[in-house]
């Protein structure tokens, strides 16, 4: 609303501009009535826009009073739910609390159960994992892997799922089994062949021996089979029919024991492991079974012609040392001089003797030589061992085990060379012995019965 003074102000402005608006005339039209009416009408109009706008502010301020009620009435029963659902919050958190508890209380059994569940389920993942029972039966992978990653107590089909896995390894440990399967073969080449299984432990194609690779779950035929007697029971098991039994070199290890088998060094390795000292050593053998063999047979030979003369004393025969010794007193038979006789018949007899002889020195010496070639191989060997530790200390015991393979082998071989020559030469000095034994027994027979014969031809 405007105040009056801000009329009186406005009616001077209107009344200057009248009298600026015609300056020099004379006011006829205008007067100070129609001027004060019209003032008088702005000021009603603007006292009832005034009155209009003050009746729009009360309307206004009862709305917002109302507003404020509203809203002040939202807030209580805001309040109130507040209170009311803090309430409720603090019921459910004891009820919460009395819950949790009775279920601690109720399972605690079960938590132990599932912890239990747990830890056999991932002993046993490990353990099929490991087991070529899988190559028959690859679905229970995926099984046991479920069953190990469960994350809530165990539910008693997972308990049974659990349960039947352990009972079919335990049943395919007792079994043995055939069945088609793929075997990657030392070259890389992978063939579909029939496989025989025993139990949880080997598995053979054929008369080869397979190993069981869990990283690729396939199997694979070892580089190097072991000796002759497993792989024929291996041969023979595979080719036996179902109900047979039949004997089977096992390894109980699942290939561990198999594994150190198979590196067992072969004679042939044995022999390269004594190298040059090893060589000479099996030739000097050689040398010396030659000789032993080519006495031995002439021995056999000259104990078969002397028994044969021994059954036909009356006809001598050349051919053997009783019958030349037989030949040479019946050549000298008419001396009567018994020591010039006797010395005619020893002359035979060694010579003979002599002659059968022949070789068993070089066994003698071929018997020593062969230890003390073995002594030279350890002592070389060991040198070459030495050599290795002062160049590459003892950390790496690979780099001293071709020293100390030399100077072991070297030993045995000399042994195993000299003993059996050793022996030899004894038996074949032994058989000499008889032999000459027989021939000295003969030729004193016959220089003793000259003897009787010249002393009743005397005494005659």
């Known amino acids: 609303m405007k105040s009056p003074i801000k009329h009186v102000v406005t009616l001077a402005v209107c009344f200057t501009a009248l009298v600026v608006a015609v300056p020099g005339q004379s006011v006829a039209q205008t007067t100070i009535d129609e001027l004060y009416q019209r003032v008088q009408q702005d000021v009603e109009s603007e006292a009832t826009h005034n009155d209009e706008r003050l009746q729009r502010f009360l309307q206004r301020a009862e ?23 803090q309430q409720r919050f603090d019921d459910n958190e004891s009820t919460l609390a009395e819950l949790e508890e009775q279920l601690n209380q109720r399972s605690g059994n079960l938590g132990e159960l599932f912890g239990v569940f747990r830890q056999v389920a991932g002993d046993l993942e490990g353990t099929l994992f490991d087991s070529m029972v899988n190559l028959e039966h690859p679905e229970r992978g995926s099984t046991i892997e ?4 469960v994350e809530d107590v165990p539910t008693i ?39 025989t299984r025993v139990g949880t432990f080997n598995a053979v194609a054929g008369d080869k ?87 031995a047979a002439r021995l056999t030979r000259t104990s078969r012609r002397i028994k044969q003369q021994l059954n036909d ?117 032994s058989r000499i012995q008889q032999l000459g034994k027989i021939i000295g027994e003969q030729s004193y027979g016959m220089v003793a019965r000259k003897a009787v014969n010249i002393a009743e031809s005397r005494n005659s």
């Open 146 to 149: 479920s069953l190990a990653e």
């Open 313 to 429: 004393m009356e006809h001598a025969r050349e051919d053997n040392p009783l019958g030349r010794m037989m030949l040479a007193y019946y050549e000298n038979k008419h001396l009567d001089d018994l020591e010039v006789l006797s010395k005619k018949l020893d002359e035979v007899t060694f010579s003979d003797m002599a002659e059968l002889r022949k070789g068993l020195p070089t066994v003698k010496v071929l018997a020593a030589i062969a230890p003390l070639m073995g002594l030279l191989g350890t002592v070389t060997g060991m040198i070459s061992t030495f050599q290795a530790i002062t160049l590459f200390g003892t950390g790496d015991p690979k780099l001293m085990a071709g020293g100390i393979s030399q100077a072991l082998i070297t030993t045995v071989l000399g042994l195993i060379v000299a003993i059996p020559l050793l022996l030899s030469s004894s038996f074949l000095s």
């Open 209 to 295: 021996y397979l190993e069981f690779s869990p990283e690729s779950q396939a199997l694979v035929e070892l580089s190097r089979q072991p000796g002759g007697q497993a792989r024929d029971s291996a041969s023979e098991l595979s080719n036996t029919s179902d109900g047979s039994q039949v004997g089977f070199s096992m390894d109980p290890s699942r290939g561990a024991l198999l594994g150190l088998l198979v590196q067992v060094p072969t004679l042939m390795e044995r022999i390269q492991q004594g190298r040059i000292v090893g060589y000479i050593i099996l030739a000097l053998g050689v040398i010396g079974l030659l000789v032993v063999v080519d006495r």
């Open 157 to 195: 089909r997972q308990m049974r799922e659990l349960w039947s896995l352990m009972l079919q390894e335990i049943s395919e440990s007792g079994k043995v089994s055939r069945f088609e399967a793929e075997v990657t073969r030392p070259s890389g080449q992978s063939d579909t062949v029939p496989v």
């Open 63 to 85: 709305e917002r009073e109302a507003m404020l009620e509203n809203v002040q009435s939202k807030v209580a029963s805001a309040e109130a739910q507040r209170e009311e659902l």
